[in-house]
């Protein structure tokens, strides 16, 4: 990927606020709205959708009320179903558009776009990547707060599927690092500006829990799987030990 445009040009005016400084970024118009607006706006609407699904877990599986860690589950796995559907698929239907539009969503992308400005440059990376998180992991993410919600009788499939989305999660965070890091190592390009909140904060922060919860959620569910094979050969031993008695 190259960005060696006419924007090197001293007499070129730069018109949006993204690095690297000639990145094609078309139409862009300053959001209108403050960030505290902003994100006042996107965490209610995350919430109440949490919650919700929270609540109606609750309901469905009452053993749920007996401890937190499946309920953190339900949410965690709610919050990535929310996000990828609703947050990255607005992405993936208006890449083309989100510097120019006031939208809540194109606002938030606009402002988590000085941190990475592919997802305002309609980078075919990030529109292939982000594609598959909505159309594969969202889905698969709220199946497998369902299958939390339906306790043991389920408990094979949520640990299965648990597996599977755990894995995308964490090859999905594995090659956005890594291919900011190639671009910025191999090719000298820098997608982040350079202070602290959009590199340290948004870049690497916001993005640190998909690498950090899919593993312990990985470990959980192969933890459980091996506790059920050993647990089903130890039957079977007995079975053949009455047999043989």
């Not at 007499?11 to 094609?24: G, K, L, M, Q």
């Not at 199946?143 to 640990?159: F, M, N, S, V």
């Amino acid at each position: 990927m190259t960005h060696h445009t006419a924007a090197n040009s001293p007499d070129t005016e730069i018109s949006h606020p993204y690095f690297p400084r000639d990145a094609p970024i078309q139409n862009y118009a300053p959001n209108v709205a403050s960030l505290p607006v902003i994100l006042v706006g996107f965490g209610a609407l995350i919430s109440v959708f949490v919650h919700r699904v929270v609540v109606v877990a609750r309901r469905c599986n009452p053993e749920l009320k007996k401890g937190y860690g499946d309920q953190l589950v339900v949410a965690w796995f709610a919050l990535c179903g929310w996000l990828h559907i609703f947050f990255e698929g607005y992405f993936v239907l208006n890449h083309a558009t989100l510097a120019s539009s006031q939208s809540l969503f194109s606002q938030l992308w606009k402002e988590y776009g000085l941190s990475d400005s592919r997802y305002l440059s309609s980078d075919p990376f990030m529109l292939c990547i982000e594609t598959l998180t909505t159309l594969i992991w969202g889905p698969l993410s709220l199946l497998t707060a369902y299958y939390i919600t339906q306790g043991k009788k389920k408990q094979a499939q949520r640990h299965i599927v648990q597996i599977i989305v755990c894995i995308g999660h964490l090859y999905g965070v594995a090659l956005y690092y890594g291919t900011c890091g190639y671009a910025e190592r191999m090719r000298g390009i820098v997608f982040s500006r350079p202070e602290f909140m959009y590199y340290w904060v948004y870049y690497a922060g916001l993005n640190a829990p998909w690498a950090i919860v899919p593993a312990v959620l990985l470990w959980q569910s192969i933890k459980e799987i091996v506790r059920a094979f050993d647990k089903a050969g130890q039957d079977g031993g007995q079975k053949e030990d009455r047999k043989a008695n």
